[in-house]
C-alpha cells in the first residue's frame, strides 16, 4: 500500500516517514493548536504527542520520538506521551526512550512516563496535570465537594470536558457566576467537538489538528495528497500514474511526498542524497554509494515497461510491488 501519510493510519502509529526512503522533505513549521507539540513539521513530521500512542513528530524537539531515526543503538533520552502543556506539571513526568536497531535504529516506545489522570478534588495533589488542585482547578466545580455555597457576583473557571482536553486545541475554560447563594452553569466554556479535517484547528482537542488527526480525517476528501500538473510539481518531477498499491514512476525517478498534509505526491529524478531510496539503488547514480549497501537490486522486468512502483519501501512490507528495482532482501 503506497506509504502516503494522508492515506496510511497504521504508518503514522510508528512514525511514518521516519526512514529516507519515503521521499518526504520536512518543510516549514505547521501550526498545532493547543496543547499539541508545537514543534510539529510537514511531510514526515506529524501531529503532536498528545495522549500517547497517537501520530506523534519526528522534529528533534517533539516530546516523544518512537519511531523516528536516532544516532546509534544504547541511546537513551527523556520523552512525554501526554499533552506537551502537561510535561512536568503536578504528578506528570518524563519516561525514557531507547535507541536501538543497527542498520537504521529508531526511537523504542516511551516507558515510564506519567501522563494526566482525572482530578480527585478532595486533596492538593494536581493529577490532571493542569497546575491546579482541589476546587481551584476548573474540573471539580460541578463535583458535590465543590459545589458550595457562594457570595452573589462571585466567579469562578470551569470546565466540564474529558480530563486531558482543558485548554488544548480549540477547548477552553468557561466561568461560573455565583447568584442567590449557588454556582451558575459554566458559560463560554468549550469542550470537545467532531474533528472538522478541512480546518487547521483541533476541534477535538486532542492535539492534532485538522488532517494531522489520522483518527479521524485520514480518508477526509480535504485530507488526500494530490499531484498538480498545472504549474506545482518541482522542476523535472511528473505525476504519478495510477494510485495507491498500483501507482508508479518512470524509472529513474522516485516518489517524494512534500508539503505536510495534504501536500502533494510526485516522481522526481533521484540523485546523489536520494542514494538509500530502493528506487534509487537501482540507478548509475547510486552504484557504489554505502547508503545502498544493505539493500538488494535487479533489473527492472520488461513486463514494468520502463515504470517503477512508487511504494517500494512498502511499510509495512508486504512484498506486492512487482516493479521495485531494488528491496531489503526479505521478498
Same mark, same amino acid.
Given at each position: 500500500?503506497l506509504?502516503?501519510?494522508?492515506?496510511?493510519a497504521?504508518?503514522?502509529?510508528?512514525?511514518?516517514?521516519?526512514?529516507?526512503r519515503?521521499?518526504?522533505?520536512?518543510d516549514?513549521?505547521?501550526?498545532?493548536?493547543?496543547?499539541?507539540?508545537?514543534?510539529?513539521l510537514?511531510g514526515?513530521?506529524?501531529?503532536?504527542?498528545a495522549?500517547?500512542?497517537?501520530?506523534?513528530s !519526528?522534529?528533534?524537539?517533539s516530546?516523544d520520538?518512537?519511531?523516528?531515526?536516532c544516532?546509534?543503538?544504547?541511546?537513551?533520552?527523556? !520523552?512525554?506521551?501526554?499533552?506537551?502543556?502537561?510535561?512536568?506539571?503536578?504528578?506528570?513526568k518524563? /519516561?525514557?526512550?531507547?535507541?536501538?536497531?543497527?542498520e537504521t535504529?529508531?526511537?523504542?516506545? !516511551?516507558? /515510564?512516563?506519567?501522563?494526566?489522570?482525572?482530578?480527585v478534588?478532595d486533596?492538593?495533589v494536581?493529577?490532571?496535570?493542569?497546575?491546579?488542585?482541589?476546587?481551584?482547578?476548573?474540573?471539580c466545580?460541578?463535583?458535590?465537594?465543590?459545589d458550595?455555597?457562594?457570595?452573589?457576583g462571585?466567579?469562578?473557571?470551569?470546565?466540564?470536558?474529558?480530563?486531558?482536553?482543558?485548554?488544548?486545541?480549540?477547548?477552553?475554560?468557561?466561568?461560573?457566576? !455565583?447568584?442567590?447563594?449557588?454556582w451558575g452553569?459554566?458559560?463560554?466554556?468549550?469542550?470537545?467537538?467532531?474533528?472538522?479535517?478541512?480546518?487547521?484547528?483541533?476541534?477535538n482537542?486532542?492535539?492534532?489538528p485538522?488532517?494531522?488527526?489520522?483518527?479521524?480525517?485520514?480518508?477526509?476528501?480535504?485530507?488526500?495528497?494530490?499531484?498538480?500538473?498545472?504549474?506545482g510539481?518541482?522542476?523535472?518531477?511528473?505525476?504519478?500514474?495510477?494510485?495507491?498499491?498500483?501507482?508508479?514512476?518512470p524509472?529513474?525517478?522516485h516518489?517524494?511526498?512534500?508539503?505536510?498534509?495534504?501536500?502533494t505526491?510526485e516522481?522526481c529524478?533521484?540523485?546523489?542524497?536520494?542514494?538509500?531510496?530502493y528506487?534509487c539503488?537501482?540507478?548509475s547514480?547510486?552504484?557504489?554509494?554505502?547508503?545502498?549497501?544493505?539493500?538488494?537490486c535487479?533489473p527492472?522486468?520488461?513486463?514494468?515497461?520502463?515504470?517503477?512502483s512508487?511504494?517500494?519501501?512498502?511499510?509495512?512490507?508486504?512484498c506486492?510491488?512487482?516493479?521495485?528495482?531494488?528491496?531489503?532482501?526479505?521478498?
Amino acid at each position: 500500500m503506497l506509504r502516503r501519510c494522508s492515506m496510511l493510519a497504521f504508518a503514522f502509529l510508528v512514525g511514518c516517514g521516519s526512514s529516507s526512503r519515503a521521499g518526504f522533505e520536512p518543510d516549514d513549521a505547521s501550526a498545532g493548536g493547543g496543547g499539541g507539540d508545537g514543534a510539529a513539521l510537514d511531510g514526515t513530521v506529524l501531529g503532536g504527542d498528545a495522549g500517547g500512542g497517537g501520530p506523534h513528530s !519526528c522534529d528533534p524537539l517533539s516530546d516523544d520520538l518512537e519511531g523516528c531515526p536516532c544516532p546509534s543503538g544504547g541511546t537513551t533520552r527523556a !520523552c512525554y506521551t501526554g499533552p506537551s502543556n502537561t510535561r512536568n506539571v503536578g504528578l506528570c513526568k518524563d /519516561g525514557s526512550q531507547t535507541c536501538a536497531g543497527q542498520e537504521t535504529p529508531t526511537w523504542g516506545p !516511551c516507558t /515510564g512516563s506519567v501522563t494526566p489522570a482525572p482530578e480527585v478534588c478532595d486533596g492538593n495533589v494536581d493529577r490532571n496535570c493542569n497546575g491546579k488542585t482541589g476546587c481551584n482547578d476548573p474540573t471539580c466545580t460541578n463535583t458535590p465537594l465543590c459545589d458550595t455555597g457562594c457570595t452573589d457576583g462571585q466567579t469562578r473557571a470551569c470546565y466540564t470536558g474529558p480530563s486531558g482536553t482543558e485548554n488544548v486545541g480549540t477547548c477552553k475554560d468557561g466561568t461560573q457566576t !455565583c447568584s442567590s447563594g449557588t454556582w451558575g452553569p459554566c458559560t463560554g466554556q468549550v469542550v470537545p467537538q467532531p474533528e472538522n479535517c478541512c480546518d487547521p484547528l483541533d476541534h477535538n482537542c486532542n492535539g492534532l489538528p485538522g488532517c494531522y488527526d489520522l483518527f479521524s480525517c485520514v480518508t477526509a476528501a480535504c485530507c488526500q495528497s494530490s499531484c498538480d500538473a498545472g504549474g506545482g510539481l518541482d522542476p523535472g518531477c511528473v505525476c504519478m500514474t495510477g494510485t495507491g498499491d498500483t501507482a508508479t514512476c518512470p524509472q529513474g525517478d522516485h516518489y517524494v511526498h512534500k508539503g505536510g498534509l495534504p501536500g502533494t505526491d510526485e516522481c522526481c529524478p533521484c540523485t546523489t542524497k536520494d542514494c538509500g531510496d530502493y528506487n534509487c539503488c537501482g540507478e548509475s547514480i547510486c552504484a557504489g554509494n554505502s547508503a545502498c549497501s544493505s539493500e538488494s537490486c535487479r533489473p527492472l522486468p520488461p513486463s514494468c515497461n520502463g515504470q517503477v512502483s512508487a511504494d517500494c519501501d512498502d511499510f509495512p512490507e508486504d512484498c506486492d510491488e512487482p516493479c521495485c528495482e531494488c528491496t531489503d532482501g526479505t521478498c
